[in-house]
Antibody
Framework: EVHLVESGGGLVQPGGSLRLSCAVS????????MDWVRQAPGKGLEWVGR??????????NYAASVKDRFTISRDDSKNSLYLQMNSLKSEDTAVYFC???????????WGQGTLVTVSS | DVVMTQSPLSLSVSLGQPASISCRSS???????????LSWFQQRPGQSPRRLIY???NRDSGVPDRFSGSGSGTDFTLEISRVEAEDVGVYYC??????????FGGGTKVEIK
């Protein structure tokens, strides 16, 4: 059975930092591209960034809105994906989802999401 | 960035009737490798999204065959042949051809009449 479990969300002040984790089981994490997607309250889906697999040199890409503030990393030995979020702004308030390769041809999977609230 | 435009914004459908959602991209989604990376996602109320369709017309495992995707170039359609109560939610198209970034449409809300 496949599981993607995000954790690490919470309340943080503007300018603060937070690290999200996504623990994966049930599919070949090391072979997979992995995406972070967010959804602000009552809004649509926004792609945050992607981690490619080892075969693609673990390269990462980011949305312009988070570039230079957010960093995606992964630990294939722990089947885990991470999102380090720095210099947080109120507009970063959202539920953050990890997902397997949103656009690829492998079976798609999403986590349940973790809520990040940026507020003073 | 590629802009994805969905219509209608909302759809009210009687049980057992068909439904159709349109998605248009601001440029062709045909990749240089010949594939077209257009996906459809469903988000039921209070749930995480799930992918229904990838590369225009391929269903993910476990997706009922009443869902179908079609289209080419810049114009794409998600059809539900006979709407069931569990189909209520918001549907999003997304392109993965010209990335970064991956871009989503604004969503179409489907409800039961």
């Amino acid at each position: 059975e496949v599981h993607l479990v995000e954790s690490g969300g919470g309340l943080v002040q503007p300018g603060g930092s937070l690290r999200l984790s996504c623990a994966v089981s049930g599919f070949s994490f090391s072979d997979s591209y992995m995406d972070w997607v967010r959804q602000a309250p009552g809004k649509g889906l926004e792609w945050v960034g992607r981690s490619r697999n080892k075969a693609s040199s673990y390269t990462t890409n980011y949305a312009a809105s988070v570039k230079d503030r957010f960093t995606i990393s992964r630990d294939d030995s722990k089947n885990s994906l991470y999102l380090q979020m720095n210099s947080l702004k109120s507009e970063d308030t959202a539920v953050y989802f990890c997902a397997r390769d949103l656009s690829g041809t492998s079976q798609g999977y999403w986590g349940q999401g973790t809520l990040v609230t940026v507020s003073s | 960035d590629v802009v994805m435009t969905q219509s209608p914004l909302s759809l009210s459908v009687s049980l057992g009737q068909p439904a159709s959602i349109s998605c248009r991209s601001s440029q062709s989604l045909v990749h240089s490798n010949g594939n077209t990376y257009l996906s459809w996602f469903q988000q039921r109320p209070g749930q995480s999204p799930r992918r229904l369709i990838y590369t225009v017309s391929n269903r993910d495992s476990g997706v009922p065959d009443r869902f179908s995707g079609s289209g080419s170039g810049t114009d794409f359609t998600l059809e539900i042949s006979r709407v069931e109560a569990e189909d209520v939610g918001v549907y999003y198209c997304m392109q993965g051809t010209h990335w970064p970034p991956l871009t989503f449409g604004g969503g179409t809300k489907v409800e039961i009449k």
